[in-house]
């Protein structure tokens, strides 16, 4: 088993590398000027100042001479400071959020690791259950209620079933609220008596010992979470059933049956193992997608995580801001398929000894 990870993780580093040749490409696609664009902040912009930005970020330089400046940054020769490079946490400076990238993400991304947090496991537990009574119960209530909770699923837009979510059970019946807090707990969380240990509010609101706060963060992600379960329970659904039913045919399952193991054991212990090797491909995208900021979610639902931050970037042609969450949704995207592969092997000793 050591061998096998140590093989995944000598390509976590070519993986990286591609990831970031990837951006940088997409930003070498625009000419100097237009990217001297991206590093005038506060001054206006006209020829002079553009040609001397051009001048001073080298941005005329051969590619490669930008790829590695663009990684590594460069050293003032008047200061002795480093400037710039993704290497060391400069991914530019966010003009939508007026403060740099990095610090975006240090302040949104712990909103968005909380949401995923509460939503993956009601998420994953609850479709793979479903999707294993539908196998269990082929052609049953259970399996034609499934394909109809299914075929509605999938068909659902994300921002038509939030929007509906939010008519019912917050502009009628004022449960479940929008946004991450309400205004009373924001001014507490801002005060200097909250101690913010994890960035986490759930976590931090119960070591602060505020459970009203807790609560009331809760009440806010509930239909968050109820809109991402239920789109990705229908996902889950399809995908369990199909494996299950492929499981139950094989010739082992038959042979378990036929020995006299009661259906509970042939189902959990022989099926149910080798069924789900294709469902931990799908829970592992679905984390990177909760992870990397779920964007139509976050935005109907007024959540400040990364994928509304990067709506926003988007909406108003910030360059800098998208391309440096491109680049950490990346990095999430190949660390959580090094945790899949990973889980590969210990699910299935096969793929390991490939």
Same mark, same amino acid.
């Given at each position: 088993? +050591?061998?096998?990870?140590? *093989? *995944?993780?000598?390509?976590? /580093?070519?993986?990286?590398?591609?990831?970031?040749?990837?951006?940088?490409?997409?930003?070498?696609?625009?000419?100097?000027?237009?990217?001297?664009?991206?590093?005038?902040?506060?001054?206006?912009? !006209?020829?002079? &100042?553009? $040609?001397?930005?051009?001048?001073?970020?080298?941005?005329?330089?051969?590619?490669?001479?930008?790829?590695?400046?663009?990684?590594?940054?460069? #050293?003032?020769?008047?200061?002795?400071? *480093? $400037?710039?490079?993704?290497?060391?946490?400069?991914?530019?400076?966010?003009?939508?959020?007026?403060?740099?990238?990095?610090?975006?993400?240090?302040?949104?991304?712990? @909103?968005?690791?909380?949401?995923?947090?509460?939503?993956?496991? /009601?998420?994953?537990?609850?479709?793979?259950?479903?999707?294993?009574?539908?196998?269990?119960?082929? !052609?049953?209530?259970?399996?034609?209620?499934?394909r109809?909770?299914?075929?509605?699923?999938? +068909?659902?837009?994300?921002?038509?079933?939030?929007?509906?979510?939010?008519?019912?059970?917050?502009?009628?019946? $004022?449960?479940?609220?929008?946004?991450?807090?309400?205004?009373?707990?924001?001014?507490?969380?801002? +005060?200097?008596?909250?101690?913010?240990?994890t960035?986490?509010?759930?976590?931090?609101? %119960?070591? @602060?010992l505020?459970?009203?706060?807790?609560?009331?963060? =809760? $009440?806010?992600? #509930? =239909?968050?979470?109820?809109?991402?379960?239920?789109? @990705?329970?229908? #996902?889950?659904?399809? #995908?369990?059933?199909s494996?299950?039913?492929?499981?139950? *045919?094989?010739?082992?399952?038959?042979?378990?049956?036929?020995?006299?193991l009661?259906?509970?054991?042939?189902?959990?212990?022989?099926?149910?193992? !080798?069924?789900?090797?294709?469902?931990?491909?799908?829970?592992g995208?679905t984390?990177?997608? %909760?992870?990397?900021?779920? &964007?139509?979610?976050?935005?109907?639902?007024?959540?400040?995580?990364?994928?509304?931050?990067?709506?926003?970037?988007?909406?108003?042609?910030?360059? =800098?801001? &998208?391309?440096?969450?491109?680049?950490?949704?990346? %990095?999430?995207?190949?660390?959580? !398929?090094?945790?899949?592969?990973?889980?590969?092997?210990?699910?299935?000793?096969?793929?390991?000894?490939?």
């Amino acid at each position: 088993m +050591s061998t096998y990870i140590i *093989r *995944r993780l000598l390509l976590l /580093p070519v993986l990286l590398f591609g990831v970031t040749v990837l951006i940088f490409g997409m930003v070498s696609f625009l000419s100097p000027v237009e990217r001297s664009a991206l590093y005038i902040r506060d001054i206006p912009r !006209n020829e002079l &100042v553009m $040609r001397a930005v051009i001048k001073q970020y080298g941005l005329e330089d051969p590619i490669y001479i930008q790829y590695w400046r663009w990684l590594v940054g460069r #050293v003032d020769p008047a200061t002795g400071e *480093r $400037r710039g490079g993704i290497l060391y946490g400069d991914f530019g400076w966010s003009r939508t959020a007026s403060q740099p990238v990095a610090d975006l993400i240090r302040n949104r991304f712990p @909103n968005t690791l909380d949401l995923t947090l509460w939503a993956i496991v /009601p998420v994953v537990a609850v479709g793979i259950w479903m999707g294993i009574q539908a196998a269990v119960h082929h !052609n049953g209530a259970a399996d034609q209620g499934g394909r109809v909770f299914s075929v509605i699923g999938t +068909s659902f837009p994300t921002f038509v079933f939030g929007l509906l979510v939010l008519m019912i059970f917050y502009a009628q019946l $004022r449960w479940f609220p929008p946004g991450r807090s309400s205004d009373w707990a924001s001014q507490v969380i801002l +005060s200097d008596a909250w101690h913010s240990y994890t960035h986490l509010l759930t976590l931090d609101s %119960l070591l @602060n010992l505020r459970f009203d706060i807790f609560v009331d963060t =809760l $009440r806010h992600m #509930v =239909l968050p979470i109820l809109t991402l379960a239920y789109l @990705n329970w229908a #996902v889950f659904l399809r #995908v369990t059933r199909s494996s299950m039913l492929e499981t139950l *045919r094989q010739d082992y399952v038959t042979t378990a049956r036929a020995k006299g193991l009661p259906e509970n054991d042939v189902v959990n212990k022989h099926a149910r193992p !080798n069924a789900l090797i294709p469902v931990v491909t799908l829970a592992g995208f679905t984390v990177v997608a %909760l992870l990397g900021g779920v &964007v139509i979610t976050e935005t109907v639902f007024d959540y400040p995580g990364i994928g509304s931050a990067a709506a926003e970037a988007a909406r108003q042609l910030d360059v =800098l801001t &998208v391309l440096g969450l491109a680049l950490f949704i990346g %990095l999430i995207l190949i660390v959580s !398929n090094l945790v899949v592969d990973v889980a590969y092997g210990f699910i299935d000793p096969r793929i390991r000894l490939d």
